[in-house]
């Protein structure tokens, strides 16, 4: 499983050039888009909310004494904690990070309040967008509430920590890219809404009756869960109609957002005695590690967002800025899937030591964590037509990728672009081939038919490849192969520079 901590450190800091470009969006005839919307918010996004007396509240889901009474209370929070006794750290940990990030509510209806049109100016304003933010913020108070109280019926967790994490949080807010332009922040939410739903779906999922065997916790997180589908129905609804009320300013509002990545509204949790990033990482981490949230996830959210919005089929109405987004964007889940992958082929080629993290909100036991120490390079280099971590040559098949694409530790045919390290000798894949005109970086083994070469060690170059960097080294160069550097056999035709063997 890759590692979204990975994803996290990868993030390449996007400087914050693009104040003027979200400013565009509150030009009166942008903001005017949002106000002839309000009737249709009225009748298609206000309705997803449910009325108090449909919705369930957090005593439905917990020991309840005014419907059990004293004994029938008191025995209930008896089988809580027998069941609670057997979830996991690591779910213990995610579980209050999910609770964590419900409680920051404070911070979230001051977000919507910041934007343009949207905003409930007065705090009791009758417009529907105003009514939304109040009905949404009144379902989502249920859900740090439901998950505290199971919290600290369980007895698993040291509250007064999770307790101070919580103010810490609260305190530090969360940042905001485009912080008053709608199409910027509903781009967001409606993401954020998914996260949301996928992490307490999958706690759910791992809590639950083929999982920790906590069927009380399933419950109240697959209950959140399915609030947080509405939610995400409603924001990715309402983002829908700016992208056919202006699909330029909706696309371009998309890849503002996706170039600075959509974190998690807790990348600032803190508990006092980490900085906020570091801890974030960590908890990142153990998220990937449980699978409640996963790199994965995050491709397959913007991989659904992308075809709920259309993006793909967008044509007219695009400016060259437009469509400038809508080709990064429709690129973005192809180069995650590759990060993914590349996290992947790192975790073969490292060794890994277990690092003990020990985690306040659990009274400091301790989260084992693998963390990659880099294996010296005569390890990896072992002459034997297999992968670095022993799986046959036979796999390799099934990394192989042919007629375009661009894939990590595998054999390139026809056209594709490889990077990394291929070939004998290398890490991973050992024995890699480019073949018919492939691109191949790094270490290869075999190119043959027009291959150009970018690495250090080529085997065998054949009919008219070129190679830059080590050349060819204890292999030979075949037919008006073109190569800078060592080359154990030159046959006629061939250009080299430096030195011939
Ligand atoms: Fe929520
Ligand atoms: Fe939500």
Avoid at 59 to 70: E, K, Q, R, V
Avoid at 142 to 164: K, P, T
Avoid at 273 to 289: C, L, P, V
Wanted: net charge negative.
């Amino acid at each position: 499983m890759p590692s979204a901590s990975t994803f996290v450190q990868e993030k390449k800091s996007v400087v914050d050039d693009g104040k003027e470009e979200w400013r565009s969006y509150l030009v009166p005839e942008k903001l005017e888009v949002l106000r002839q919307l309000e009737p249709w918010v009225e009748d298609h996004v206000l309705p997803l909310l449910k009325t108090v007396e449909a919705s369930w509240q957090p005593s439905d889901l917990l020991p309840d004494p005014a419907a059990l009474g004293a004994d029938g209370f008191h025995a209930a929070c008896l089988e809580l904690r027998a069941a609670a006794a057997g979830v996991p750290d690591e779910l213990l940990v995610c579980l209050v990070a999910n609770m964590v990030t419900e409680e920051a509510l404070p911070t979230y209806p001051s977000v919507l309040n910041r934007l343009e049109v949207v905003r409930d100016a007065t705090g009791a304003d009758d417009t529907a967008w105003a009514r939304w933010i109040r009905g949404w913020s009144a379902e989502e108070n249920r859900h740090g509430d439901v998950l505290n109280r199971y919290m600290h019926l369980s007895g698993r967790f040291d509250m007064r920590e999770v307790e101070r994490t919580v103010q810490h949080l609260i305190r530090d807010g969360m940042s905001m890219h485009a912080p008053a332009s709608p199409f910027h922040v509903f781009v967001y939410v409606a993401f954020q809404e998914r996260a949301t739903a996928i992490a307490h779906g999958n706690m759910a999922r791992l809590v639950g009756a083929r999982g920790a065997g906590d069927a009380a916790l399933a419950r109240i997180c697959g209950t959140v869960a399915s609030d947080e589908k509405r939610h995400e129905a409603a924001y990715t609804r309402l983002m829908g109609k700016l992208f056919e009320a202006d699909p330029d300013a909706a696309v371009r509002a998309m890849a503002y957002m996706m170039r600075r990545r959509i974190d998690m509204p807790t990348a600032f949790i803190n508990d006092g005695r980490h900085s906020g990033g570091d801890f974030y990482a960590r908890f990142i981490a153990i998220a990937e590690k449980a699978g409640t949230y996963t790199l994965s996830d995050y491709r397959c959210i913007l991989e659904h967002l992308l075809q709920q919005w259309g993006v793909e089929e967008l044509n007219a109405g695009l400016s060259g800025d437009g469509r400038r987004a809508q080709d990064y964007l429709c690129a973005l889940p192809h180069k995650i899937k590759r990060m993914e992958e590349k996290a992947h082929d790192r975790m073969i080629r490292t060794h890994k030591k277990p690092t003990l993290i020990p985690i306040c909100w659990i009274f400091d036991r301790p989260i084992t964590l693998l963390t990659e120490v880099p294996v010296p390079p005569q390890v990896l280099r072992r002459p034997r037509w297999c992968f670095s971590d022993g799986r046959s040559i036979m796999d390799l098949r099934s990394r192989l990728c042919v007629h375009g694409g661009g894939m990590d530790g595998a054999a390139g045919i026809h056209g594709v672009v490889v990077e990394g390290d291929h070939g004998v000798h290398g890490g991973g894949v050992e024995l890699a081939v480019g073949i018919h005109g492939s691109v191949v970086e790094g270490i290869v083994g075999l190119v043959v038919q027009g291959g150009e070469v970018r690495g250090s060690r080529v085997f065998v170059a054949e009919e008219a490849s070129s190679s830059g960097g080590g050349g060819v080294v204890f292999g030979e160069a075949r037919s008006g192969c073109a190569t800078t550097g060592d080359v154990s056999h030159r046959r006629k035709g061939d250009r080299t520079r430096e030195r011939n063997l």
